[in-house]
Structure formats: C-alpha cells, structure tokens
C-alpha cells in the first residue's frame, strides 16, 4: 500500500524558510521521479518541483532560486527547501510520484501559511 506523508509546514513571515518532508512507502522511490505540487484556496493544484531518479531537478518559474528539491532514497524521503517565503506561497504542499501525472493516491499534505 502506496503511503505519502507529508510534514514541515508551518506559519512564517514573508522572507522565511521552512524545509518540508515526504515520506514514501509502498512502492521503489529510488527509481522514481518524486514531485513536489501545491494549492492555494481557490485554485488547482499545481506542479512546482521535480527530481528524476538520477537526481535531475526542474522547477516551476514561480519558485526558482527560491525552492530546492532534494531525495535521499534510503531514508525514501524527497524533500522541498523553501527559502525566501512569500505570501502567494501559502498552500498546502503535497507530494508523489510523478510520470507526466501524479501516480498515487494523494496524501495529507502539509500547510504552508505565509504572513506578510
């Protein structure tokens, strides 16, 4: 059974960082490319970050040079450093599998909250 679980979010002012988490089970992380998506109330969830199983990162041009995704396939955990917060961050962040679309059913997520 495929499990995502998401953590790290938090409220933090504008110009904050916050390191969110992803844990996986269920199924070989090391050999998938992981993404990171979020959604704002009252919009559609949306792909902001990438990395391929070779460690290959893309980004959304709403976060770059401000997000950096990373993995470390034996802890099956990818993760999303956040840096230089701004109040159109705010979401709920969400992970999984990714193969031109999400893979797996979707986990919790994480809300991150940005004040201004």
């Known amino acids: 059974q495929v499990q995502l679980r998401e953590s790290g979010g938090g409220l933090v002012q504008a110009g904050g960082s916050l390191r969110l988490s992803c844990a996986a089970s269920g199924f070989r992380l090391s050999i998938s490319t992981m993404a990171w998506y979020r959604q704002a109330p009252g919009k559609h969830r949306e792909l902001v970050a990438a990395?391929?199983?070779?460690?290959?990162?893309t980004y959304a041009d709403s976060v770059k040079g401000r997000f950096t995704i990373s993995r470390d396939n034996a802890k099956n955990t990818v993760y999303l450093q956040i840096n230089s917060l701004k109040p159109e961050d705010t979401a709920v962040y969400y992970c999984?599998?990714?193969?031109?679309?999400?893979?797996?059913?979707w986990g919790q997520g994480t809300q991150v909250t940005v004040s201004s």
């Open positions: 990395i391929t199983s070779g460690h290959t990162t």
């Open positions: 999984n599998a990714h193969s031109g679309s999400p893979l797996y059913n």
